[in-house]
């Protein structure tokens, strides 16, 4: 999940706790500031009535004929008033919640009652509001709140997540620099343009690293081309001292066959230090990129070279090329080496009888995508992470080879910006995909 996605849930996440928390929270806080409201109204009711009826007396709040009571409810029976009789010496000052039946309807009242005594008389006094408009207003607030608060999370999560998309932009522009380099050389040190003091100290110290890595790399080239250089004298020379001894007839047959194997082992030592210098050239940018060609023409030269050695083996060559574009701005002789090395690899590790498909045709980007698969013995996931590291690649290329064919073929791809991936297992054979920028 991307940064930028998660810190989005996270505000997400906290708006929709705070508005749980409002919701759990205002609804009885505003019915109690609601009941407390009624509570004073009903006081003031109260003392309303007393005032009048010290005004009037008692004698209009009584039932004409019973003259004992009196009830009165407003039309919308929200209020009601109640007088009755209570027995000498009742003290009543409460409120409660009540429910009453009127006219087959239970309605629940907030009622205050209150004693008070009226010429040696008690009487009990209750003022009533109906609950109703409590649990309206309650339904109505709860409404409103859902409502603002819905409005809110989605304003304020479009807007935070915009805002960290640009905050991060600075960010996702330091990776892809960094994605898009197949090695230090070609790492763009130009400094980001941002306002965040983080990633422009991020930024830098990914370039200063970059730039040291990139010294580093130069002085191992430079000692690598260096001392394969300096071999390659001596080794010229030591071969042609043993080879004029075998010319001359001057050793007896066993010391004969030490100078033939000595032979051999320079010629392997040789043809690794030309492949070491290869190397070297090729990382320090010494050859030129100047050649334009079919990539089929190409593909056949390679498989007409190494079909003598196939058929020997009676392995099957199939060529299937739906892609002939034109190679443009590369070095003819570095494409022909890497696809060849891959080819003689294939082959290597094709027992009798198996088969090695060579195959071009458009990816999904429309860009050249070339495969040279198998039905060899394949690759473990060991094997495959070191297919490309110098001498490491030794047990799937066991035999006279030097060990670094394979990483000459992904210089050369690097050289090239070329995509270079490998899907391979044990017994199923080897994929090998390059993917043309």
């Not at 005004?55 to 009755?84: A, H, Q, T």
């Not at 109906?130 to 999560?157: E, H, Y």
């Not at 030592?269 to 030129?288: G, M």
């Not at 574009?325 to 696809?339: K, T, Y």
């Amino acid at each position: 999940m991307r940064l930028k996605v998660k810190l989005a849930l996270f505000n997400l996440l906290s708006k929709l706790a705070v508005a749980a928390l409002l919701l759990l929270f205002i609804p009885p806080v505003t019915e109690r500031l609601n009941l407390r409201q009624i509570d004073n109204e009903l006081v003031g009711k109260r003392e309303e009535i007393i005032s009048m009826i010290s005004r009037v007396g008692i004698e209009p709040f009584l039932e004409p004929e019973s003259g004992s009571s009196f009830g009165s409810y407003n039309i919308l029976k929200e209020e009601f008033i109640s007088l009755e009789y209570a027995l000498p010496g009742t003290e009543i000052n409460q409120i409660n919640v009540v429910s009453r039946l009127i006219d087959d309807e239970i309605i629940d009242y907030r009622v205050l009652s209150y004693s008070l005594t009226i010429d040696g008389k008690t009487f009990i006094l209750e003022v009533g509001k109906s609950l109703a408009r409590v649990q309206q207003t309650r339904r109505n607030i709860i409404n409103i709140v859902v409502l603002f608060l819905i409005i809110v999370i989605v304003v304020t999560f479009v807007s935070d997540y915009q805002f960290t998309r640009l905050t991060l932009k600075p960010l996702y522009r330091i990776i892809a620099k960094l994605e898009n380099i197949s090695s230090p050389d070609a790492f763009d040190s130009t400094r980001i343009n941002t306002s965040t003091y983080d990633f422009r100290e991020l930024d830098s110290s990914i370039t200063g690293l970059m730039e040291r890595i990139k010294g580093l790399f130069e002085k191992e080239r430079e000692i690598t081309y260096n001392i394969s250089h300096e071999l390659m004298t001596p080794l010229s020379v030591l071969r042609s001292r043993l080879e004029n001894i075998l010319l001359a007839g001057m050793a007896d047959p066993e010391t004969e066959i030490k100078i033939t194997e000595s032979l051999k082992t320079l010629q392997r030592l040789q043809s690794l230090v030309n492949s070491l210098l290869l190397i070297a050239r090729i990382e320090s940018r010494q050859f030129l990129k100047e050649d334009s060609f079919p990539v089929n023409e190409i593909l056949n030269q390679i498989v007409e070279e190494i079909k003598p050695l196939a058929e020997d083996r009676k392995i099957e060559i199939e060529s299937i090329f739906t892609d002939n574009r034109i190679l443009e701005g590369v070095n003819r002789s570095l494409i022909f080496s890497m696809l060849y090395n891959v080819v003689n690899n294939s082959l290597k590790n094709t027992g009798e009888g198996g088969k090695i498909t060579i195959e071009t045709k458009p990816d999904t980007h429309n860009r050249l995508m070339l495969t040279v698969s198998d039905n060899g013995k394949g690759m473990d996931r060991e094997q495959v992470s070191n297919l490309f590291m110098r001498f490491r690649n030794r047990t799937r290329n066991s035999g006279d080879g030097t060990g670094i064919g394979m990483a000459i073929t992904k210089t050369i791809a690097d050289f090239h910006d070329i995509q270079i991936s490998v899907e391979s297992e044990p017994g199923r054979g080897t994929k090998i995909i390059f993917n043309f920028s």
